[in-house]
């Protein structure tokens, strides 16, 4: 099925996460992964989301979400004009003999080894999911103790910001 | 000025919204506010129905104190957790100062675009904590903009495919009622000469009695209508959802037809169904501009007139009189109390009261659709009656249903709210037994409720007036003697028992496959 990505614009306020994952389970929607953070705006968070499903379905994830009054704006973002990453933390089994070849993979990957005891590194990599799974099969060779993976996070490439997304009049909160 | 406390400001704040009458039902949390309110009237509220059939409305629930949220006190409900799905949107007050902006917000978002419940629960401390108030003029809600007009471009081709059209049927929903749109829809239909069937939330918004009205269409509407549909080339669908119980099966819906839907939810356009051309915008302001852009034509739709009109009289809804039928109550109520108001309960007795009573004007049929909500019709009437003080308000009610909230007796009987109860009783479950009968090899399973309750005493017990009728020569005498005696009232009328609701769509069929049932 096809996967799409949709970035959301939300009020920044208690709850809201709970509204859109409540829709989405109620009206049969798949998330296929969900990232949440607060923008340049404190009073806006943006809600990365991959669902899959048909052009039927799109229609009805991006209307629904969009009757949600704490939602302020959705954008559909294609490979092409956006960019996009995911990222993982792998920890991954070593001995003395082993260190090294975990290092070479880490070097060829862009990957950074970010803690190191005697018997495990944790890896950091970022990038596409066909890149954190082609490093996962690789170290797993010596044994993936845990494993923790972000879901996708996307930007449009034009150099807009958030606040840009909204319509100009209903930008800012009037002062009382 | 000086400072004032949230349960003041509420009070305040619903004064500023011109709200005459609050209903409902005092509990610890809520105390703060029943001190400020001393003498409402009270009433049960049905939150998930609102939901589902776009009704505005705002609830207002009581909390237990902030320190207490989340620590499983006493009494201590996630209501705005529970009403999540079931509301437009919800708010938990966490500061007595947002408290007006809420409430203004509250009913701006109850009332505006597809209207829907919002409920605001405030915990008891919020109530007591103080502010100085001043009610806000302005609404700023960044993420909620309710669509305004409907869009030109659209409405050109709409109009185009009606133009073209020699068997046009006008498919109309609650929509029309809610945008007060009645009126525009009758220009249309008269314009162009389309027939006009109306689903039940859309009851009242075309004249039943109208030589251009087909009546309700799908599960168990008029034949007629669902011919109509089946045969016709386009349908113009104003404020519905295309919801399963009048499309039967989809794909073989209207499968001749262009399909025009104009709808103020862009979310209910394709939800269902395919559409050709989808206008987005007010129900009123669309056929307005519609009615504009084809007033010049010159409608060719006599053949496909006179085909519905030999169906009309080919099919008509009909039933055998022999004993005491419910049919013949609704007909009976129908032809003494043409401009009542009509609420009904679910099941059998809203089918039949929605196929023989024949409204004429908007808002005079009241009815849980979507959810089919048992127990509603008799808080409804109730809400009318106070609403609508001089009308006669009937409750067409089943002996199942009914029981959901007999309770609202003391209601009406504390608060004189005259409105008469009409029980359709046959000792069953009845739309359930029918399923029973046609479908479960007539195995009653948890359907017979014969004997369960004596209606009469019940309403003496309660100070009300008990009535029965078992002969059809007496509905008559003993619905005048109900209405005249201007008091509430429960007539129990004692119907043939394994009465079915005819025609009848068995579900996943499609509507031109309709039966007459026995």
């Excluded at chain 2, 034509?297 to 008509?316: A, G, V």
């Amino acid at each position: 099925m096809k996967k799409h990505t949709l970035s959301v614009l939300v009020e920044n306020k208690p709850g809201v996460l709970a509204r859109i994952s409540g829709l989405f389970s109620r009206r049969g929607f798949n998330i296929e992964s969900l990232a949440v953070g607060v923008t340049e705006e404190t009073s806006i968070s943006r809600i990365t989301i991959v669902v899959s499903g048909d052009d039927a379905v799109l229609e009805q994830v991006k209307k629904q979400l969009n009757k949600l009054i704490d939602v302020i704006h959705i954008a559909e973002l294609s490979p092409y004009d956006s960019v996009s990453r995911e990222l993982a933390l792998i920890k991954v089994e070593v001995d003395t003999t082993t260190r090294s070849m975990v290092m070479q993979i880490v070097d060829v990957f862009r990957a950074r080894i970010i803690d190191v005891a005697t018997d495990s590194l944790i890896v950091e990599v970022t990038g596409s999911k066909g890149k954190i799974a082609s490093i996962q099969r690789l170290l797993s060779q010596f044994g993936i103790k845990e494993m923790v993976r972000t879901g996708k996070v996307a930007l449009h490439r034009m150099s807009k910001t958030a606040a840009d997304t909204i319509p100009e009049k209903l930008q800012k909160p009037e002062e009382e | 000025m000086a400072e004032i406390t949230g349960a003041e400001a509420l009070i305040e704040s619903l004064e500023n919204e011109n709200v005459e009458v609050i209903f409902g039902y005092p509990g610890g949390s809520v105390l703060p506010i029943y001190d400020e309110l001393y003498d409402a009237d009270i009433r049960h509220v049905l939150i998930a129905t609102a939901y589902m059939d776009s009704v505005p409305l705002v609830a207002i629930t009581g909390q237990v104190p902030r320190p207490l949220i989340g620590g499983d006190a006493f009494q201590e409900a996630d209501i705005t957790g529970i009403t999540l799905p079931i509301t437009k949107h919800n708010y938990l007050v966490k500061d007595v100062h947002d408290l007006p902006r809420i409430i203004k917000e509250a009913f701006y978002i109850a009332s505006t675009g597809r209207p829907g419940p919002v409920l605001i629960d405030i915990p008891k401390d919020v109530t007591t904590d103080t502010l100085d108030f001043t009610y806000p003029q302005k609404i700023n809600l960044r993420g909620y903009i309710p669509p305004k007009s409907a869009d030109v471009k659209h409405l050109r081709e709409a109009a185009q495919l009606i133009l073209k059209s020699e068997r046009p049927v006008i498919y109309a929903g609650g929509g029309i009622i809610i945008s007060d749109a009645a009126g525009e829809l009758l220009s249309l239909a008269e314009t162009i000469m389309a027939p006009v069937t109306t689903t039940l939330m859309g009851k009242g918004a075309f004249p039943d009695n109208h030589p251009l009205s087909i009546g309700m269409p799908g599960m168990h509407g008029t034949k007629y209508a669902n011919y109509a549909i089946q045969e016709s080339d386009i349908v113009i669908a104003v404020g519905v959802r295309f919801d399963d119980r009048v499309t039967g099966k989809l794909e073989s819906f209207a499968p001749n037809a262009k399909i025009i839907h104009i709808d103020i939810d862009p979310a209910e356009i394709r939800k269902n169904i395919r559409v050709d051309v989808s206008i987005v915008g007010d129900a009123k302001t669309a056929l307005l501009r519609l009615i504009g852009l084809v007033k010049e034509s010159q409608p060719r739709t006599d053949p496909w007139l006179d085909r519905i009109n030999k169906w009309k009289q080919e099919f008509p809804l009909q039933y055998k009189k022999d004993g005491l039928k419910p049919q013949y109550v609704v007909e009976s109520i129908c032809e003494l109390y043409p401009d009542a108001i009509i609420t009904t309960e679910v099941g059998q007795n809203q089918m039949w009261a929605a196929q023989y009573f024949r409204c004429t004007r908007p808002r005079t049929f009241i009815s849980s659709g979507g959810l089919g909500t048992m127990g509603y019709g008799f808080p409804a009437a109730i809400g009318a009656k106070v609403g609508v003080p001089d009308a006669t308000v009937i409750d067409i009610a089943g002996d199942g249903s009914f029981q959901m909230n007999s309770q609202e007796l003391a209601t009406t009987v504390q608060n004189n709210v005259p409105v008469v109860v009409a029980i359709l009783n046959n000792g069953y479950l009845g739309m359930v037994r029918q399923w029973q009968e046609l479908f479960f090899e007539q195995r009653y399973s948890a359907t017979i409720i014969e004997d369960s309750v004596d209606f009469v005493k019940l309403a003496e017990a309660y100070g009300a007036l008990g009535l029965r009728v078992e002969r059809p020569e007496d509905v008559k005498p003993t619905l005048k003697e109900a209405v005249g005696s201007c008091k509430p009232c429960i007539i129990d009328f004692i119907v043939e028992r394994t009465e079915n609701v005819s025609p009848m769509v068995p579900a996943g069929a499609a509507i031109n496959e309709i039966l007459d049932l026995e």
